[in-house]
């Protein structure tokens, strides 16, 4: 469900009384940046953290966002009270360069903003028992540690897995693994995890971030170094992250298990480490048994 009140850059406003022209830089040019927040009971997680790419990302591409970053904050927490949201969700944050007669060159108005809550439960299936994944050729732009609304090659590679059965898309620039296409992603290989290194080419994830933490608290090592494709093959275990996904599981690729096909013991390690970080009620825990 789709809460009712949504934050506009003006005002709370019934989500059905808020409209733009169709003139807009978002809708013409995909000319903005977004952010998602996940709410577990009522509460925020990684709010800070995910408010600062917000500014980062608008930023980079010279949008001066409607709000001051402890004006927005604090309307953020008025959206979730004005929703009355007590369980777990999902806040969608959009800002564009505003609303103008369409020309490349960047007009002089207010950017348009807009935040939404969305209930979302935990995918606690899945985080239990796996998902399966496809490889694709990584084809974005050079750009994507800037959260923009430019997602046409992730909507397309996260179409071809679903196509084929399979919950996400591992992306490759030529044999070299960056990310997938709403996530990051992760191998482990004799107690290590390697991830790709925060450079332009991977979205500089909020729950990536909080991973690194999880794992030197648990004593596992993290190394920011590019896998192939060939270390997909050979890995003991593999896993993504994001906000809605959390540490998910990869227990197939391209049809082909991962190790023994189950999610592996650092990966259900990290999940209730998250849970634990996350101050979590409605606990995964006694679920997950590794292998």
């Known amino acids: 469900m789709i809460h009712p009140h949504v934050l506009s850059q003006t005002e709370f406003v019934n989500g059905d009384d808020l409209t733009y022209p169709f003139q807009e830089r978002g809708l013409q040019f995909g000319d903005g940046v977004y952010e998602v927040i996940r709410v577990y009971q009522g509460r925020y997680y990684l709010m800070t953290e ?5 500014f980062r990302s608008a930023a980079a591409v010279k949008i001066k966002l409607p709000f001051e ?4 904050f604090d309307k953020l927490d008025e959206l979730l009270r004005i929703n009355k949201v007590q369980g777990d969700a999902k806040v969608y944050l959009q800002a564009t360069r505003g609303s103008a007669i369409r020309d490349h060159v960047f007009p002089d108005v207010e950017a348009n903003f807009y935040a939404y809550v ?3 439960p935990r995918p606690v299936d899945k985080l239990t028992n796996g998902v399966t994944a496809i490889t694709q050729p990584d084809v974005r732009w050079q750009n994507c540690y800037i959260k923009s609304l430019n997602l046409l090659p992730n909507v397309l590679a996260k179409q071809e897995a679903s196509e084929h059965g399979a919950f996400e898309a591992i992306l490759h620039r030529e044999g070299t693994v960056t990310e ?3 996530s990051n992603a992760y191998i482990v290989q004799n ?11 991977i979205l500089h994830g909020c729950v ?3 991973v690194k933490v999880l794992a030197e608290k648990l004593d596992v090592p993290l190394v ?3 896998f192939s494709l060939d270390d997909l093959q050979t890995a003991d275990e593999v896993f993504l992250s994001s906000s809605t996904a959390e540490i998910m599981p990869i227990i197939q690729i391209d049809g082909e298990k991962v190790n023994n096909g189950k999610p592996g013991k650092i990966t259900v390690a990290l999940q209730k480490s998250y849970e ?10 006694s679920a997950l048994k590794p292998d």
């Open 50 to 54: 995910h408010v600062n790419r917000l």
């Open 69 to 72: 970053k402890g004006e927005l």
């Open 118 to 120: 969305q209930d979302l």
């Open 180 to 182: 997938c296409s709403s």
């Open 191 to 201: 107690g290590r995890i390697f991830t790709h290194p925060e450079t332009n080419n």
């Open 208 to 210: 990536r971030s909080r």
């Open 224 to 226: 920011e170094e590019a």
């Open 276 to 285: 634990e970080d996350a101050q979590l009620l409605t606990k995964m825990s």
